[in-house]
């Protein structure tokens, strides 16, 4: 044991510790600073950073024995005398966040430097080049990069010194964010709550012989349950066995050490050429009961396949299909300059949202539940749980205030939530199951890996004649990709065929992944067409402008090919060491809408509060709807209190397919405008709410003013009627020497209707390209392809776009079409970012002549590719 | 598990704590990690209460010394070290984080374990009590292109290749001093990641007097904008005299079990006009050296690459 005194955040404390302790740990769970967050454990994302002597540290790897002696302060302590730091402000103003999980590290960082850059330099700006450098411990996942560099920057130039108007940006939880308060599931800590973990294989294939719960228990664990499924079988490494309860993370881990697990290992299936993995043994499904319990990595329902081994597929649209493939065989017989055949890959890309899975469940001895969730979909989580446990509907609450990210990761029920709950009825106390950043990075939600032949073949005339794709996907023990089903989408009508195979592995199941099936698609389709480009001497924009009959889409042709970059590329240097080059794709998208969701406004204590049971995980729903309900009143969206991240709102959307802002916004409108009716027009002040106290008014979203593509509903998702479309305009400079690739400009070109909350409309598509440069460039996880162990198991080895990455962007909105829409708009979270990176592989293409054909384009793969 | 920590106040007390399955601890920015991961060994000796283990110290004729817990950030901002030692300032400016250099020590950074995925993934591997390098048969996309041995986990310590091209010495508490390569040998036993004793602790690090106006370079290639482990680094010192090449030395990391200094290379600097051309043919003398693993033949073409920019960025 050890002593050591302290002063935090201006208190004097004294702490025994045993000596091995982590700062965060002590800070977190001690003395109850959740502000400060703990996300990679290793010292690389500085989500825990606090200044200990005025020094910024991250407090994952501080041992807090070294706190001794030390004045600490954290994100709780950053704001002195209730005001705000001139850098909490300018977050807020700037929009310097989306989910803000990582927002605190980087807050109490940027406040550091920021203090000593004045004190150095005085109110100058220094450049994003030096401040990328001094945030460079930092990582946000959403990729809010661009808000960051301005928020920091304006701030080195003294423009939030101003504390005489409370702080206010376009983000409305905004302050709750960059002061700490905000609170996530990882932050709940109820009276007698007890830490979960979840026992899980070390075998990529087995058969559980046998689980033996009682050693745990003898070993301290409060409550120990089992999470096989019927057949007893292990198909990855990661699938969970068990879980173990105890009264902290140290004494559930030791207790979960003594579970005994007796695994018949088998053989596995790992990695290796998907389109050759039909033949391989033995067959992850076996069995049309093993079939129907695959997990599904698609957020639509399934169409019924074919199954040979383990390849299911393929699932087929086609048009004139025979047409195209006897056209696309003779024309490769012939050698025919006008068939373009490309074969691509991409990598399996990991979600790891900073805010990892977590649940915390309440299971008191009555029937009712009350579960908070790190969801996307509190209102759909809710549901699955009552049918999971045999609850009613009515009596289980899922919250989620604050969720700290989850790009598709959090849609569904995953383990964290059945272990939780399992383990809080069994120990009759809460019980809390988060993931360490291992598990989320190995199990968490992926991408699947695709591997896609593509073949376009054009007429004299230089039309498309035939297409063919087929997408072989490898998403591990899951099914259900779609990425060549999405080509027939984009151009013309010529005959065509494409193909859908899933190729399974016993490797860790996909999740739908922000653009399922988009991404992948458009690295090969959107490559396609540019080498169609090259071969025909055409310009690519102009190629697309003939090829593509989407009037919104042509607006945005219009307005690439006026860009001064893409206009001036063919001056580009294309020798010596640095080569730079521009790209351009373009892409489509379905428009989802949610029909029931629903918006209830009400004068609550005099304050219009507006309530629907959906979650912001840093897409900002709550910006929109307080933005929709102020704009009808003509008050401030910071004056509308907005109820959401509570399953027991209203029914409202997943955060998924893009679909929240659309189904809510127009919704909110016209909730509002009903109490606006009960009320009266004129200014709303006080007096007025007051006399009007209890005042309620619904709306439900309903039908758009055309009919859908489906007619009925599923999940709650309809296919509204009209394609959203994005043209990407991409600018690299790549290093010949080392293999370095900068992705230095872009621009984005949004055809999505009318812009709800235009600032973080931009942020959102901002941060789309960011991820997407992560996507193209960086983001790969490794397995060991011996046990089938995830090796990039860490923040260090899987690598995610810094802000030092991140290109200068400009966005750009073409805002008609989409009347039809209530609201005339439509959402934009996924389009935005489906063809950067084909984008980026056409600049590469234009620098240096070589066409990368597998993501990520790593150094090694350029040094090779120009070799 | 129950993990113990001792805080002893002298070397000897240390020592006496230390045995071959405890840890010593300074900063704690690796061992923190491995505790959370349980892939340490849960006995920890935290040598911050020993005292007269930091600072930078000018001894005149005889060069500087810097104590082993003396922190990362403390050596690159250190007027002394950036006037002499240039090269050494950059390479700790341009390893890991600001939050880890702040807190991370020079003597831990020499010391460290090696950053393989499969021995931090808890796989059994010779480094973890095994006797096997998983890697090698498995995924070592990030493995060392100049094979010594059985491990082929590159050495992750960037101030070791620093230490290298200036001849440093070492000191540890009980032994006399030594060059800081007999840290690591040849590389070749791969259960090991430096040849200190269970018992000894290195207290501070002695760099020779240098001739005034010396140039460094440092140059790390990697894929994004910082803070990722080096694919190939290499760090250079140049003494240049009426444009030629009076004193070269060059070490690279990233590529071997170890840092290697490579004097087939400052051989061919040697009394040169210093020129970009020259650098790039002088970098490729190291090429013979490679031996690359199935996925690691990117390294040998980027070694040379790497010490040519560090060169460059040295005489520029």
């Given at each position: 044991m050890?002593?050591?005194?302290c002063?935090?955040?201006?208190?004097?404390?004294?702490?025994?510790?045993?000596?091995?302790?982590?700062?965060?740990?002590?800070?977190?769970?001690?003395?109850?600073?959740?502000?400060?967050?703990?996300?990679?454990?290793?010292?690389?994302?500085g989500?825990?950073?606090?200044?200990?002597?005025?020094?910024?540290?991250?407090?994952?790897?501080?041992?807090?024995?070294?706190?001794?002696?030390?004045?600490?302060?954290t994100?709780?302590?950053?704001?002195?005398?209730?005001?705000?730091?001139?850098?909490?402000?300018?977050?807020?103003?700037?929009?310097?966040?989306?989910?803000?999980?990582?927002?605190?590290?980087?807050?109490?960082?940027?406040?550091?430097?920021?203090?000593?850059w004045?004190?150095?330099?005085?109110?100058?700006?220094?450049?994003?080049?030096?401040?990328?450098?001094?945030l460079?411990?930092?990582?946000?996942?959403?990729?809010?990069?661009?808000?960051?560099?301005?928020?920091?920057?304006?701030?080195?130039?003294?423009?939030?010194?101003d504390?005489?108007?409370?702080?206010?940006?376009?983000?409305?939880?905004?302050?709750?964010?960059?002061?700490?308060?905000?609170?996530?599931?990882?932050?709940?800590?109820?009276?007698?709550?007890?830490?979960?973990?979840?026992?899980?294989?070390?075998?990529?294939?087995?058969?559980?012989?046998?689980?033996?719960?009682?050693?745990?228990?003898?070993?301290?664990?409060?409550?120990?349950?089992?999470?096989?499924?019927?057949?007893?079988?292990?198909r990855?490494?990661?699938?969970?066995?068990?879980?173990?309860?105890g009264?902290?993370?140290?004494?559930?881990?030791?207790?979960?050490?003594?579970?005994?697990?007796?695994?018949?290992?088998?053989?596995?299936?790992?990695?290796?050429?998907?389109?050759?993995?039909?033949?391989?043994?033995?067959?992850?499904?076996?069995?049309?009961?093993?079939?129907?319990?695959?997990?599904?990595?698609?957020?639509?329902?399934?169409?019924?396949?074919?199954?040979?081994?383990?390849?299911?597929?393929?699932?087929?649209?086609?048009?004139?299909?025979?047409r195209?493939?006897?056209?696309?065989?003779?024309?490769?017989?012939?050698?025919?300059?006008?068939?373009?055949?490309?074969h691509?890959?991409?990598?399996?890309?990991?979600?790891?949202?900073?805010?990892?899975?977590?649940?915390?469940?309440?299971?008191?001895a009555?029937?009712?539940?009350?579960?908070?969730?790190?969801?996307?979909?509190?209102?759909?989580?809710?549901?699955?749980?009552?049918?999971?446990?045999?609850?009613?509907?009515?009596?289980?609450?899922?919250?989620?205030?604050?969720?700290?990210?989850?790009?598709?990761?959090?849609?569904?029920?995953?383990?964290?939530?059945?272990?939780?709950?399992?383990?809080?009825?069994?120990?009759q106390?809460?019980?809390?199951?988060?993931?360490?950043?291992?598990?989320?990075l190995?199990?968490?939600?992926?991408?699947?890996?695709?591997?896609?032949?593509?073949?376009?073949?054009?007429?004299?005339?230089?039309?498309?004649?035939?297409?063919?794709?087929?997408?072989?996907?490898?998403?591990?023990v899951?099914?259900?990709?779609?990425?060549?089903?999405?080509?027939?989408?984009?151009?013309?009508?010529?005959?065509?065929?494409?193909?859908?195979?899933?190729?399974?592995?016993h490797?860790?199941?996909?999740?739908?992944?922000?653009?399922?099936?988009?991404?992948?698609?458009?690295?090969?389709?959107?490559?396609?067409v540019?080498?169609m480009?090259?071969?025909?001497?055409?310009?690519?924009?102009?190629l697309?402008?003939?090829?593509?009959?989407?009037?919104?889409?042509?607006?945005?042709?219009d307005?690439a090919?006026?860009?001064?970059?893409?206009?001036?590329?063919?001056?580009?240097?294309?020798?010596?060491?640095?080569r730079?080059?521009?790209?351009?794709?373009?892409?489509?998208?379905?428009?989802?809408?949610?029909?029931g969701?629903?918006?209830?406004?009400?004068?609550?204590?005099?304050q219009?509060?507006?309530?629907?049971?959906?979650?912001?995980m840093?897409?900002?729903?709550?910006?929109?709807?307080?933005?929709?309900?102020?704009e009808?009143?003509?008050?401030?969206?910071?004056?509308?209190?907005?109820?959401?991240?509570?399953?027991?709102?209203?029914?409202?959307?997943?955060?998924?397919?893009?679909?929240?802002?659309?189904?809510?916004?127009?919704?909110?409108?016209?909730?509002?405008?009903?109490?606006?009716?009960?009320?009266?027009?004129?200014?709303?002040?006080?007096?007025?709410?007051a006399?009007?106290?209890?005042?309620?008014?619904?709306?439900?979203?309903?039908?758009?003013?055309?009919?859908?593509?489906t007619?009925?509903?599923?999940?709650?998702?309809?296919?509204?009627?009209?394609?959203?479309?994005?043209?990407?305009?991409?600018?690299?400079?790549?290093?010949?020497?080392?293999?370095?690739?900068?992705?230095?400009?872009?621009?984005?070109?949004?055809?999505?209707?009318?812009?709800?909350?235009?600032?973080?409309?931009?942020?959102?598509?901002?941060?789309?390209?960011?991820?997407?440069?992560?996507?193209a460039?960086?983001?790969?996880?490794?397995?060991?392809?011996?046990?089938?162990?995830?090796?990039?198991?860490?923040?260090?080895?899987?690598?995610?776009?810094?802000?030092?990455?991140?290109?200068?962007?400009t966005?750009?909105?073409?805002?008609e079409?989409?009347?039809?829409?209530?609201g005339?708009?439509?959402?934009?979270?996924?389009?935005?970012?489906?063809?950067?990176?084909?984008?980026?592989?056409?600049?590469?293409?234009?620098?240096?002549?070589?066409?990368?054909?597998?993501?990520?384009?790593?150094?090694?793969?350029?040094?090779?590719?120009?070799? | 598990?129950?993990?113990?920590t001792?805080?002893?106040?002298?070397?000897?007390?240390?020592?006496?704590?230390?045995?071959?399955?405890?840890?010593?601890?300074?900063?704690?920015?690796?061992?923190?990690?491995?505790?959370?991961r349980?892939?340490?060994?849960?006995r920890?000796?935290?040598?911050?209460?020993?005292?007269?283990?930091?600072?930078?110290?000018?001894?005149?004729?005889?060069?500087?010394?810097i104590?082993?817990?003396?922190?990362?950030?403390?050596?690159?901002?250190?007027?002394?070290?950036q006037?002499?030692?240039p090269?050494?300032?950059?390479?700790?400016?341009?390893?890991?984080?600001?939050?880890v250099?702040?807190?991370?020590?020079?003597?831990?950074?020499?010391?460290?374990?090696?950053?393989?995925?499969?021995?931090?993934?808890?796989?059994?591997?010779?480094?973890?009590?095994?006797?096997?390098?998983?890697?090698?048969?498995?995924?070592?996309?990030?493995?060392?292109?100049?094979?010594?041995g059985?491990?082929?986990?590159?050495?992750?310590?960037?101030?070791?290749?620093?230490?290298?091209?200036?001849d440093?010495?070492?000191?540890?508490?009980?032994?006399?001093?030594?060059?800081?390569?007999?840290?690591?040998?040849?590389?070749?036993?791969?259960?090991?990641?430096?040849?200190?004793?269970?018992d000894?602790?290195?207290?501070?690090?002695?760099?020779?007097?240098?001739?005034?106006?010396?140039?460094?370079?440092?140059?790390?290639?990697?894929?994004?904008?910082?803070?990722?482990?080096?694919?190939?680094?290499?760090?250079?010192?140049?003494?240049?005299?009426?444009?030629?090449?009076?004193?070269a030395?060059?070490?690279?990391?990233g590529?071997?079990?170890?840092?290697?200094?490579?004097?087939?290379?400052?051989?061919?600097?040697?009394?040169?006009l210093?020129?970009?051309?020259?650098?790039?043919?002088?970098?490729?003398?190291?090429?013979?050296?490679?031996?690359?693993?199935?996925?690691?033949?990117?390294?040998a073409?980027?070694?040379?690459?790497t010490?040519?920019?560090?060169?460059?960025?040295?005489?520029?």
């Open positions: 050890v002593d050591v005194s002063t935090i955040n201006g208190s004097r404390q004294t702490l025994t510790l045993l000596g091995h302790e982590s700062t965060v740990d002590v800070l977190r769970d001690d003395l109850g600073l959740t502000g400060t967050k703990l996300v990679c454990g290793s010292g690389v994302c989500a825990c950073t606090i200044t200990v002597d005025g020094t910024p540290t991250a407090s994952c790897i501080l041992p807090a024995s070294s706190l001794n002696g030390t004045e600490v302060t994100i709780e302590g950053l704001a002195t005398n209730g005001s705000l730091h001139p850098v909490q402000r300018a977050f807020v103003v700037e929009d310097g966040l989306q989910c803000g999980y990582c927002t605190p590290g980087f807050v109490v960082e940027a406040a550091a430097f920021v203090d000593h004045r004190a150095e330099h005085g109110n100058t700006d220094p450049g994003s080049h030096i401040v990328a450098d001094a460079a411990g930092h990582l946000c996942r959403c990729a809010a990069y661009p808000g960051i560099d301005a928020a920091v920057r304006s701030a080195c130039r003294g423009e939030h010194d504390i005489s108007s409370p702080a206010r940006g376009p983000r409305v939880e905004a302050v709750e964010k960059v002061t700490g308060s905000a609170r996530y599931t990882t932050d709940i800590r109820l009276d007698g709550q007890l830490e979960g973990v979840i026992i899980r294989s070390e075998n990529a294939h087995a058969l559980i012989r046998r689980v033996d719960l009682a050693p745990g228990v003898a070993a301290g664990a409060s409550a120990a349950v089992e999470l096989l499924g019927t057949d007893r079988t292990v990855y490494v990661g699938q969970p066995i068990a879980a173990v309860a009264v902290d993370r140290a004494a559930a881990r030791s207790a979960a050490k003594a579970v005994i697990v007796e695994a018949e290992s088998r053989e596995a299936v790992i990695g290796g050429d998907p389109r050759a993995r039909v033949l391989s043994r033995p067959i992850v499904h076996d069995g049309r009961a093993a079939r129907r319990r695959a997990p599904i990595s698609a957020e639509n329902p399934l169409v019924p396949a074919r199954w040979i081994g383990n390849r299911r597929g393929p699932s087929t649209i086609r048009w004139r299909g025979m195209a493939v006897r056209r696309i065989a003779s024309a490769r017989k012939k050698g025919d300059t006008r068939l373009v055949e490309l691509v890959a991409t990598s399996v890309q990991v979600h790891t949202p900073l805010e990892p899975h977590a649940c915390v469940a309440l299971w008191p009555t029937d009712r539940l009350q579960v908070w969730v790190s969801t996307q979909a509190v209102h759909h989580i809710a549901k699955l749980i009552a049918k999971h446990f045999g609850l009613p509907r009515e009596n289980v609450e899922v919250i989620a205030h604050h969720v700290g990210g989850g790009f598709g990761a959090k849609l569904t029920l995953t383990a964290e939530v059945i272990a939780a709950v399992e383990l809080s009825r069994q120990a106390r809460p019980v809390r199951v988060v993931y360490d950043r291992a598990e989320e190995s199990v968490g939600g992926l991408r699947p890996a695709t591997d896609t032949h593509i073949a376009l073949l054009a007429d004299a005339a230089g039309s498309l004649r035939a297409m063919e794709v087929t997408t072989h996907a490898d998403g591990g899951s099914i259900g990709s779609t990425v060549a089903g999405l080509a027939p989408m984009v151009y013309g009508r010529s005959p065509r065929i494409v193909r859908d195979y899933d190729v399974l592995a490797t860790p199941p996909g999740t739908p992944f922000r653009g399922p099936g988009g991404p992948p698609l458009a690295w090969a389709l959107e490559q396609a540019d080498e480009a090259i071969t025909l001497g055409e310009d690519p924009i102009a697309r402008r003939r090829w593509d009959g989407n009037r919104r889409r042509h607006a945005l042709y307005w090919d006026a860009l001064p970059a893409w206009r001036a590329r063919h001056d580009m240097v294309s020798a010596g060491r640095f730079r080059g521009v790209g351009v794709a373009a892409a489509n998208w379905l428009y989802f809408v949610d029909p969701s629903e918006v209830t406004v009400a004068v609550r204590e005099g219009i509060v507006a309530s629907t049971a959906a979650q912001d840093g897409t900002g729903s709550r910006s929109v709807i307080a933005g929709a309900v102020a009808v009143f003509g008050i401030d969206p910071h004056d509308v209190l907005v109820e959401i991240g509570s399953s027991k709102g209203p029914h409202g959307p997943a955060s998924g397919g893009s679909r929240t802002t659309v189904s809510v916004g127009p919704t909110a409108t016209e909730a509002a405008m009903k109490l606006r009716q009960t009320i009266g027009d004129g200014p709303v002040t006080p007096a007025r709410l006399g009007h106290e209890g005042a309620t008014a619904k709306a439900q979203r309903g039908k758009d003013k055309r009919m859908r593509l007619p009925f509903t599923i999940r709650d998702l309809q296919v509204g009627r009209g394609f959203s479309g994005a043209v990407h305009v991409s600018e690299v400079e790549i290093d010949t020497h080392t293999g370095k690739i900068r992705v230095t400009r872009v621009w984005g070109g949004l055809a999505v209707g009318k812009i709800a909350v235009p600032a973080l409309a931009r942020s959102q598509c901002a941060a789309s390209i960011i991820q997407g440069v992560g996507f460039l960086y983001e790969q996880r490794h397995l060991d392809p011996a046990s089938g162990a995830v090796l990039t198991a860490n923040l260090e080895d899987y690598r995610i776009p810094q802000l030092g990455d991140s290109p200068e962007i966005i750009h909105f073409h805002e079409g989409w009347d039809h829409v209530p005339g708009g439509v959402g934009l979270g996924e389009v935005a970012t489906l063809g950067v990176a084909a984008s980026i592989g056409n600049a590469i293409r234009h620098a240096t002549g070589w066409r990368p054909l597998e993501l990520p384009v790593r150094p090694d793969r350029v040094l090779e590719g120009l070799r | 598990m129950t993990i113990i001792t805080f002893p106040e002298n070397l000897d007390d240390a020592s006496r704590s230390s045995d071959a399955t405890s840890e010593f601890r300074l900063g704690g920015t690796d061992l923190q990690a491995r505790l959370r349980g892939t340490s060994s849960g920890i000796v935290d040598l911050t209460r020993v005292p007269g283990l930091v600072g930078v110290r000018d001894l005149g004729p005889d060069g500087v010394e104590g082993a817990a003396t922190t990362i950030a403390a050596v690159a901002s250190h007027p002394l070290v006037t002499r030692y090269a050494l300032a950059l390479t700790a400016r341009g390893l890991a984080t600001p939050q250099r702040a807190v991370g020590s020079i003597g831990g950074n020499l010391l460290q374990k090696t950053r393989c995925w499969y021995l931090r993934g808890g796989h059994a591997c010779f480094k973890s009590g095994g006797d096997t390098c998983p890697a090698r048969t498995g995924n070592h996309l990030y493995g060392v292109a100049i094979d010594q059985p491990c082929v986990a590159p050495h992750p310590s960037s101030i070791g290749a620093a230490l290298l091209v200036y440093t010495i070492i000191r540890t508490h009980t032994r006399s001093d030594r060059p800081v390569a007999e840290l690591w040998g040849d590389g070749s036993d791969p259960t090991r990641d430096h040849l200190l004793g269970p000894e602790i290195v207290t501070l690090v002695l760099l020779p007097r240098v001739p005034d106006g010396e140039r460094g370079g440092y140059f790390r290639s990697i894929s994004r904008f910082e803070a990722e482990w080096p694919l190939v680094e290499a760090v250079v010192r140049l003494h240049i005299l009426d444009g030629r090449i009076k004193h030395g060059v070490a690279v990391g590529v071997a079990n170890t840092p290697l200094r490579l004097p087939e290379v400052e051989q061919e600097l040697l009394g040169e210093a020129t970009d051309g020259l650098f790039e043919s002088a970098s490729r003398a190291a090429d013979h050296r490679c031996r690359p693993l199935p996925q690691t033949g990117y390294k073409a980027l070694l040379g690459a010490i040519s920019e560090a060169l460059r960025r040295a005489a520029g």
